[in-house]
Structure formats: C-alpha cells, structure tokens
C-alpha cells in the first residue's frame, strides 16, 4: 500500500531511488525508517543513505512508502537523515516513472529533470592521519611504495580529499589503497554530502528592543554624531540592509560594531533570494482590447478553465496576430480559479521579453527558469515555486518542469521549435511532458505557432487537437512583403558578394528612414571551413572528423562539437601548397562585411559566440529596441517571437542552410525558419518587407514561404512524408553506437540489428521496412568516439513491442559482450537524424 504523504500510520519501509549514474543501480532499494524518521518522512523525500559494500553516504529519493517487504528485516539498512520533506510530489514521481518508459531512461535522470540543477548533493570522501600515528613509527607497518606515498602527503596536509589524492597520485586502484590503511588503523575515512549551490545571506541593522533605549541614547557622547544619524534613521525605518546603510550614510564598520556593543542595535542575518531581473525597470500594463479573433480564442478556452477539464488547443496564429496578448488573458483567467500557469518559449533570448511583458501584467507571482541563469538564481527561483509564492513561471524547455501542485495551463510558444526536445538524456519532448502533466492535473494545454509543425497540424486536422486561427495582425497591418532572390542570376550579373543588390540597396534605404535591420544566417563563424584548391584537403577536428570553423576576431579554427581549437594553416599540410582558401560565411564575415558596406550604420551581432557571457544577450537586444543599432545580424535565436517595431527590413543571407542536410525535416525547418525570421518585420506602424537570398528558389519550401502559405507547403510536405512513411505517418528510433575503436563500434552495431531482426521476425513485424542501417552515422566521429546509427521506423502500434525489445538486447541477451566498452544512446521520436 502506498502513501501520497504523511498519514497516522508508522511509515517502516520505504523505496529509494539512489543518485548513482551506474545502468545496474537503476532500480528501487528498500530501506527501512528509523524510529525518529517515523512521522517525518514522506513520499518524495529527499534522503541520505548508506549503499553498497562500503556504506557509502549517498542521495536517494522516496518513491513510494511500503507496509510489507519479502526481505528479512534485519538485512535492510536505515536511512540516515532526510534532506527535504517533500521535494518530488505524488504527481512528479508519476511523471519520473512516464519518462522512464517512454523515453527508456534511468529513473534518476528523470528525476533530475525535476529537481533543481546544483542543488543535488555530491559525496565527498574525506582521508586524515589517526592522531596516534607518528612518522618514526611507520617503518612498523611494513607498508608497500604506494602506501608510504599517500601518507608522506597526509603528514603534510593531515587530511585530504578523496577527488585530490586521485589526481595527485593518479592511482586507478585508489579507495583499495584506502581501505587498507584504514584497516591498520593509520587513516581514518570520513563520508560527507556537499550541494553545488549555498545560501546567500545579507546583513539587516535593527534598532534594538530595550525599554531603556530612549535613556542609553541620551547618554551617548556628543562627539558620537555618526552613531546619532544612524538611530535616527533607524527610528524612522527600523531595520535596514547593512549594504544599504553603508552606501547612504556612508558608515564604518567601526561604528556599527560600536552601537551594537552598547546595545543599541542588533545585527542580525537573513537569507537572501537571488533575484535573476532584477536590473530590469517593469512598467505595468493593462489588458490590451483584444480583437474578434482573439476573443474567439479565448471563448473557446475559458469553458475547459471553468470546467477543469483536459484540452489540448493549437492556435494557428499568424506572427504579429497577439497570440501573448490571448496568452496573458487567459492566464488571468487561470489566477482567479486559484491555478497556477506555465509558459514556455523556445530561446532564452525570447524569456526577458516575456518577463517584461508578464511582470508588468501580473506583478511578482512570475518566476523564470533557464539554463542562462546561475545555479543560486535557479534554486531561489525553484523554492519560490515550490513554496507557493509564484503562480506563473515563464523559461525555456526545463521550466515544464515547475514543481506547482494546482497547475491549469501549460502554454507552448512557438511549439514548433526543436529545442523542446532534448539533446540529453532523458531525450524528452517538451509537448510530450506538458501533456502528460495537463492530463495529470485536469489543465489545458495550448500550443501556439505561426508554423505548426507538420505533426501537431495533422492532430489539429483529425481533432485530436482543437483548432484556433488566427491570420489577421493585430495592428492590422498585412504580412511583409518576401522577396525571393536567386543568387545565381546575382553571379551571372557579376555580383560575388554575399549582399544581392536588392539587399543591399534596401539596407541603404533603411539606414537613410532611420529604420531597423535584422540580417538572419543560421551559421556562426566566420567561414564555415578551410580547404586547398590544389588538392582539396579540408582542415578537420583531429576528435570529430568535422570541418573546423574559421573564427577571425580570434584568429583560430575551432569545432563546434568538443571545442578544439587550433590556428588556421598558412600551408597545406597534404600537399604544401599555399592554396589555402577559406569558405562559406558565418555570422562574424557577415558583420564584418556590414561594417565595411556600411561604415555610419551601427552593427551587432547575437550568436552563441558572442552570447557566451551572461547579460550579453538581453543588453544587446536593449540596446536595439532602444534604437541604439541600427543592424542587428544572428542566428536562430533572432529569428523568432522578438518584437521590435522600428524593424522593417528582414534580409535572408542563405534561406538554403537546411536544405540539403542529410534530414527528412529539412523542407520544414526551411519553411519554418523563414517564416518566422519574416515576422519579424513590420510589427510597428510601419510596413515590413523581407529579402531572401537563395540559389534554390523553386524549392517547394521556399515558394511557399514567398506567401506565407502554410496550408499549400502542408500539404505538399505531409505528401512525401506519407509516400516515405515518416513522422507523423510512422515513429523513429534513432540508435547511436559510439566507442574508442571503430572495429568494435561496427561490430557492436551489427550484433544488435542482427538481434533486433530475430526478435522482430517472431512478432511478425517486417524488418526491412522497419530497420534502416547499420551505418556510420552523418557525424562519424565527435570527441574522438566513432559513432554508428541505426534508426527503426514502426507504426505506432508496434513502439512497446521494439521498446521491450530493445531493452532485451541491451540488458539480457547472451551477446551483452559486444556492447561491453560501446555507448548506446536511444533516442525515441528524435527531432534530429545528426
């Protein structure tokens, strides 16, 4: 019988899962519960316990309370203290268990997804001499080199850290070594837990609670004028910040110190929340009169609110047409029914916007969480959560996450974006979790996009969503005008440059209104490789096989995967030739080249280059609302939900980008990315006008873009993906096989679709059809592992089945000895074939 919670009766036995990364510890532990834990344990408890052979102290979480076990009782272990009451809820642990199976991941990576980054507690094993241990007394021991090493240093530093002597000495066999002078009573070992993220504390001056106050005032000497501002001050305000103080009325620490020995003041600390916006001036706002469409959204929403009932909702909603506007009205709906609301956006560029937006609405019941802020920032942000002290959390993919217990509505904007999926294990899908938790919690689910994706739009079409649009701007301007521009007919013209001559004649006519320019390359760098014409040699990353990118402000060539970094040759190293030329264009040529053009225009430039540093990002995109720059250039993190009114020239550099990668989505991304970038033009009073430049103009995506016709590039796409049997038609499994050496990574790959057609022949489920590979995969190599793919397309039916099967291979079968040094990364409904 499990609890949801504390209850009258004693909880004995508890199951934990451990914070241990090892495949063979991914299963629940009973532990049982000591006499003084009785009453104060709970389901989703956060707990300190001793495993394995050495007792090692280690982190678990409480997932379920058990009455009975089928173990002898005096073979299982107590638990050492709890950590946190409650940290997980009945609903998240439910959630863990969902991502678990779904997306064949271990318990406690989906249990970190929830809790919050940092603040997880790491062991750390403390080694220090025995203080009956003297130097002359060792020879004694009879103690081998090793031994005698680890000591020399421990009477110098007396104890040391596990982590340190592991580097110092770089012993593998280091906790044997250990154990062994523990055993002879030289060394004593001390387990401990240490969390990444600490309090912060601030110091608050208080008048002091005296009767006497008023007389030891009076009393103080006249030459004590200092100490006589202060307790006027104080007596007017009663209690201050220490920092305030000081900076007000410039105070000493002398002085203070002095009050508060005589008894005047006290100095107390109070721990203080790391507020993430606070620099930003937040004016509020008042709810904007909404237009017919708008108000046909919301009508159709508000029922579900009232009536808590599940509902998933897609609006197709042009950009400009004020789908935050719907958001915001909505989520004020939600507040009077006592809920609480998550709001999720798909670059970090875009949460500053919403904050600003949302604060100046809703006041302080918004928190925000992000990768961008620090690990304190996002641990006060979490416990504000936590604590009920928010209503409304606004972040990127991980804020669907928000621990509320009252949740009415997730919202996902720009739902069609990749970066709600993961990367990383577990590689969940944003939209999958927040429907999961809006069924959970009887909420609504709204997704919004200009450009659905092709799956979300096919549920809309069979009513597995319902369906709102919306194709009027909201300031009733009409869509910008998009210019389609060949780039071949520029080289016939003798034009080399990467600006056509559309482009460049509208970025001098804009300078000259005094209006804005966004540029949009999906592509950072300055060229994007470096190649001999004399011998076609390409200069690749030594761990990755991957063309290095040419960086100028910097002067090197660096990997875009692992990092490396190296200068760029001035001689082939193949052939020796001097014919070394550099290719392609990345966001750092494009703005040079701008700035060259156009010396008077002011120039930035947003990518993860130049955004690296926190607070870059949201100054940069100030400064352009501002007006401050008149040409903003950038990838991806440019190219959607931003809103700048002065911008009413958007210039393509390369809508070809995506084309021809090696992806069954390319046609998608092209159309979607153009789309949005175009949007954002002419969101002001002014009219909007867009430039593409491409070298494939009769490209199905890019022809359709020209009108913002999503219906006519819909039904072209969902065409192929049907006479293909792609998403949404089939589902994806995309298996990655990475190692050291290539012979074993092949072999590995090839012993497990052997395994995996057997086993699918005996469900009668047909494999050449479902199984596509082995083969190196488009990345062959990243961080020195070579990595092979095999992906598996099954009608969604068939997913559990090839899930278990999966499973079987890499946890049961006999051939487990392929796999021994491979990496096997499973990713299920994958976003990306790379």
Same mark, same amino acid.
């Given at each position: 019988?499990?609890?949801?919670?504390?209850?009258?009766?004693?909880?004995?036995?508890?199951?934990?899962?451990?914070?241990?990364?090892?495949?063979?510890?991914?299963?629940?532990?009973?532990?049982?519960?000591?006499?003084?834990?009785?009453?104060?344990?709970?389901?989703?408890?956060?707990?300190?316990?001793?495993?394995?052979?050495?007792?090692?102290?280690?982190?678990?979480?409480?997932?379920?309370?058990?009455?009975?076990?089928?173990?002898?009782?005096?073979?299982?272990?107590?638990?050492?203290?709890?950590?946190?009451?409650?940290?997980?809820?009945?609903?998240?642990?439910?959630?863990?268990?969902?991502?678990?199976?779904?997306?064949?991941?271990?318990?406690?990576?989906?249990?970190?997804?929830? #809790?919050? +980054?940092?603040? $997880? !507690?790491? &062991? /750390?094993?403390? %080694?220090?001499?025995?203080?009956?241990? @003297?130097?002359?007394?060792?020879?004694?021991?009879?103690?081998?080199?090793?031994?005698?090493?680890?000591?020399?240093?421990?009477?110098?530093?007396?104890?040391?850290?596990?982590?340190?002597?592991?580097?110092?000495?770089?012993?593998?066999?280091?906790?044997?070594?250990?154990?062994?002078?523990?055993?002879?009573?030289?060394?004593?070992?001390?387990?401990?837990?240490?969390?990444?993220?600490?309090?912060?504390?601030?110091?608050?001056?208080?008048?002091?609670?005296?009767?006497?106050?008023?007389?030891?005032?009076?009393?103080?000497?006249?030459?004590?004028?200092?100490?006589?501002?202060?307790?006027?001050?104080?007596?007017?305000?009663?209690?201050?910040?220490?920092?305030?103080?000081?900076?007000?009325?410039?105070?000493? #620490?002398? +002085?203070?110190? $002095? !009050?508060? &020995? /005589?008894?005047? %003041?006290?100095?107390?600390?109070?721990? @203080?929340?790391?507020?993430?916006?606070?620099?930003?001036?937040?004016?509020?706002?008042?709810?904007?009169?909404?237009?017919?469409?708008?108000?046909?959204?919301?009508?159709?929403?508000?029922?579900?609110?009232?009536?808590?009932?599940?509902?998933?909702?897609?609006?197709?909603?042009?950009?400009?047409?004020?789908?935050?506007?719907?958001?915001?009205?909505?989520?004020?709906?939600?507040?009077?029914?006592?809920?609480?609301?998550?709001?999720?956006?798909?670059?970090?560029?875009?949460?500053?916007?919403?904050?600003?937006?949302?604060?100046?609405?809703?006041?302080?019941?918004?928190?925000?969480?992000?990768?961008?802020?620090?690990?304190?920032?996002?641990?006060?942000?979490?416990?504000?959560?936590?604590?009920?002290?928010?209503?409304?959390?606004?972040?990127?993919?991980?804020?669907?996450?928000?621990?509320?217990?009252?949740?009415?509505?997730?919202?996902?904007?720009?739902?069609?974006?990749?970066?709600?999926?993961?990367?990383?294990?577990?590689?969940?899908?944003?939209?999958?979790?927040?429907?999961?938790?809006?069924?959970?919690?009887?909420?609504?689910?709204?997704?919004?996009?200009?450009?659905?994706?092709?799956?979300?739009?096919?549920?809309?079409?069979?009513?597995?969503?319902?369906?709102?649009?919306?194709?009027?701007?909201?300031?009733?301007?009409?869509?910008?005008?998009?210019?389609?521009?060949?780039?071949?007919?520029?080289?016939?013209?003798?034009?080399?440059?990467?600006?056509?001559?559309?482009?460049?004649?509208?970025?001098?006519?804009?300078?000259?209104?005094?209006?804005?320019?966004?540029?949009?390359?999906?592509?950072?760098?300055?060229?994007?490789?470096?190649?001999?014409?004399?011998?076609?040699?390409?200069?690749?990353?030594?761990?990755?096989?991957?063309?290095?990118?040419?960086?100028?402000?910097?002067?090197?060539?660096?990997?875009?995967?692992?990092?490396?970094?190296?200068?760029?040759?001035?001689?082939?190293?193949?052939?020796?030739?001097?014919?070394?030329?550099?290719?392609?264009?990345?966001?750092?040529?494009?703005?040079?080249?701008?700035?060259?053009?156009?010396?008077?225009?002011?120039?930035?430039?947003?990518?993860?280059?130049?955004?690296?540093?926190?607070?870059?990002?949201?100054?940069?995109?100030?400064?352009?609302?501002?007006?401050?720059?008149?040409?903003?250039?950038?990838?991806?993190?440019?190219?959607?939900?931003?809103?700048?009114?002065?911008?009413?020239?958007?210039?393509?550099?390369?809508?070809?980008?995506?084309?021809?990668?090696?992806?069954?989505?390319?046609?998608?991304?092209?159309?979607?990315?153009?789309?949005?970038?175009?949007?954002?033009?002419?969101?002001?009073?002014?009219?909007?006008?867009?430039?593409?430049?491409?070298?494939?103009?009769?490209?199905?995506?890019?022809?359709?873009?020209?009108?913002?016709?999503?219906?006519?590039?819909?039904?072209?796409?969902?065409?192929?993906?049907?006479?293909?049997?792609?998403?949404?038609?089939?589902?994806?499994?995309?298996?990655?096989?990475?190692?050291?050496?290539?012979?074993?990574?092949?072999?590995?790959?090839?012993?497990?679709?052997?395994?995996?057609?057997?086993?699918?022949?005996?469900?009668?489920?047909?494999?050449?059809?479902?199984?596509?590979?082995?083969?190196?995969?488009?990345?062959?190599?990243?961080?020195?592992?070579?990595?092979?793919?095999?992906?598996?397309?099954?009608?969604?039916?068939?997913?559990?089945?090839?899930?278990?099967?999966?499973?079987?291979?890499?946890?049961?079968?006999?051939?487990?000895?392929?796999?021994?040094?491979?990496?096997?990364?499973?990713?299920?409904?994958?976003?990306?074939?790379?």
């Amino acid at each position: 019988m499990s609890h949801g919670g504390n209850s009258m009766e004693k909880i004995e036995f508890v199951k934990v899962i451990v914070n241990n990364k090892s495949k063979k510890t991914d299963m629940e532990y009973t532990y049982r519960v000591p006499k003084v834990l009785e009453d104060k344990i709970n389901l989703g408890s956060r707990v300190i316990i001793p495993f394995g052979k050495g007792n090692k102290l280690i982190e678990g979480f409480v997932v379920d309370i058990v009455n009975l076990v089928d173990i002898d009782n005096d073979k299982i272990k107590y638990i050492n203290e709890i950590v946190d009451d409650t940290i997980l809820s009945k609903e998240l642990i439910g959630l863990c268990r969902w991502m678990k199976e779904k997306y064949m991941c271990r318990f406690i990576d989906a249990i970190q997804c929830i #809790t919050p +980054t940092g603040a $997880s !507690l790491k &062991s /750390k094993r403390t %080694i220090t001499l025995c203080n009956n241990v @003297k130097e002359q007394f060792l020879y004694n021991y009879k103690l081998s080199d090793k031994q005698n090493e680890l000591i020399k240093i421990l009477l110098e530093r007396k104890s040391v850290t596990e982590d340190f002597l592991k580097r110092y000495l770089g012993y593998k066999d280091i906790n044997r070594l250990i154990k062994s002078l523990e055993e002879k009573n030289i060394v004593t070992v001390r387990d401990s837990l240490k969390s990444n993220v600490n309090k912060t504390f601030e110091k608050i001056i208080k008048l002091s609670d005296r009767e006497d106050l008023s007389f030891l005032i009076n009393k103080l000497s006249k030459r004590a004028k200092k100490q006589r501002e202060i307790l006027m001050y104080l007596s007017k305000h009663n209690q201050v910040e220490w920092s305030k103080l000081r900076k007000q009325m410039d105070v000493a #620490t002398n +002085t203070i110190n $002095s !009050l508060a &020995s /005589k008894g005047l %003041i006290e100095i107390i600390m109070v721990q @203080k929340r790391r507020e993430p916006y606070e620099y930003m001036r937040i004016s509020s706002t008042e709810p904007l009169t909404l237009t017919k469409e708008q108000s046909n959204a919301i009508d159709q929403i508000i029922p579900y609110i009232y009536q808590n009932t599940y509902k998933p909702f897609l609006i197709h909603g042009v950009t400009g047409s004020g789908k935050t506007e719907v958001y915001m009205q909505l989520i004020d709906k939600i507040l009077k029914q006592s809920k609480e609301a998550i709001v999720l956006v798909p670059e970090i560029a875009l949460t500053s916007q919403m904050i600003e937006r949302f604060k100046g609405r809703f006041g302080d019941v918004v928190a925000v969480l992000h990768s961008r802020l620090s690990l304190g920032e996002r641990y006060d942000e979490w416990n504000r959560i936590k604590k009920g002290e928010v209503k409304i959390v606004i972040g990127a993919r991980s804020a669907v996450f928000a621990p509320f217990r009252n949740l009415g509505m997730i919202i996902i904007d720009e739902e069609h974006e990749y970066t709600y999926k993961s990367e990383y294990s577990p590689k969940y899908h944003a939209i999958d979790v927040a429907k999961y938790r809006c069924q959970m919690n009887n909420a609504v689910l709204l997704l919004g996009s200009a450009t659905p994706s092709i799956e979300s739009y096919m549920k809309a079409e069979k009513g597995e969503y319902c369906k709102i649009q919306m194709m009027s701007r909201f300031n009733n301007n009409p869509l910008p005008k998009i210019e389609i521009v060949d780039m071949r007919n520029e080289l016939n013209k003798g034009n080399k440059s990467i600006f056509s001559e559309s482009l460049y004649n509208g970025i001098k006519e804009n300078l000259n209104k005094e209006e804005q320019i966004i540029l949009f390359l999906n592509r950072r760098g300055y060229s994007t490789f470096i190649s001999c014409r004399n011998c076609g040699y390409v200069v690749k990353c030594p761990h990755c096989e991957i063309s290095l990118t040419y960086h100028v402000n910097s002067n090197d060539v660096s990997c875009h995967y692992c990092g490396f970094t190296r200068n760029p040759p001035t001689i082939c190293p193949e052939c020796r030739s001097k014919y070394i030329k550099y290719f392609g264009v990345g966001t750092e040529k494009i703005e040079n080249l701008t700035k060259k053009y156009f010396p008077k225009a002011k120039v930035a430039r947003l990518d993860l280059d130049t955004t690296s540093k926190k607070g870059v990002m949201d100054r940069t995109l100030d400064e352009f609302k501002k007006g401050k720059i008149d040409i903003l250039i950038g990838t991806q993190m440019i190219a959607k939900g931003l809103d700048f009114p002065n911008v009413t020239l958007v210039g393509v550099i390369a809508a070809d980008t995506n084309l021809n990668l090696p992806d069954f989505r390319a046609g998608e991304k092209t159309f979607q990315l153009i789309t949005q970038v175009a949007g954002r033009a002419g969101r002001g009073n002014k009219i909007g006008r867009v430039i593409v430049q491409t070298y494939e103009p009769e490209h199905f995506a890019i022809k359709t873009s020209k009108n913002h016709d999503y219906i006519s590039f819909y039904k072209q796409e969902i065409m192929l993906r049907e006479e293909f049997i792609y998403p949404p038609y089939s589902n994806l499994i995309n298996i990655i096989f990475s190692g050291k050496k290539e012979n074993d990574v092949i072999k590995a790959a090839n012993c497990f679709a052997n395994i995996m057609k057997e086993k699918l022949m005996e469900y009668k489920i047909k494999c050449n059809e479902t199984i596509l590979g082995p083969h190196p995969a488009p990345l062959s190599k990243i961080k020195q592992k070579y990595r092979w793919q095999m992906i598996i397309k099954s009608k969604p039916v068939d997913q559990n089945k090839i899930k278990g099967i999966i499973n079987y291979i890499r946890f049961e079968s006999n051939e487990n000895y392929f796999f021994k040094n491979i990496n096997i990364s499973v990713d299920i409904d994958p976003y990306s074939m790379l």
